[in-house]
């Protein structure tokens, strides 16, 4: 699978990247893209993508990712809606406080086996 993903670039807490398309299998830094189709330095704010290469390559089937395509619509190159690209946050857990145990039902007092008596024995004593 072909996907359309950014490359990291520039020097440590200055990023820049390339935006490249890329077979899926290979790793991010890798230097073998197979196209170079933008750049993007968040840092300045700047956008800079081959609208017509992209879509080309679209259109055989590549994917991009989910912050290319949000940068993609933000450029309207294609229209559709953006992706949240953060994790959910989970709500706090809450401790539950355990009601109290609700009181046994009253015990039926049943005779024991001693005392039960069957018709026709006599008990001795």
Not at 36 to 53: E, F, Q
């Amino acid at each position: 699978m072909i996907n359309i993903r950014l490359q990291r670039r520039g020097r440590k807490n200055d990023p820049s990247f390339r935006v490249v398309v890329v077979d899926s299998k290979k790793k991010p830094k890798t230097g073998n893209y197979l196209e170079m189709v933008g750049s993007y330095d968040p840092r300045v704010d700047r956008v800079d993508l081959k609208a017509d290469r992209i879509l080309a390559w679209m259109k055989n089937g590549a994917q991009p990712s989910d912050t290319v395509h949000n940068l993609l619509v933000a450029k309207k190159i294609i229209d559709a809606k953006k992706i949240n690209v953060l994790p959910k946050k989970t709500a706090p857990v809450k401790e539950v406080v355990a009601a109290p145990a609700p009181a046994p039902a009253a015990a039926v007092s049943t005779p024991a086996a001693e005392d039960i008596t069957v018709a026709g024995e006599a008990s001795e004593a």
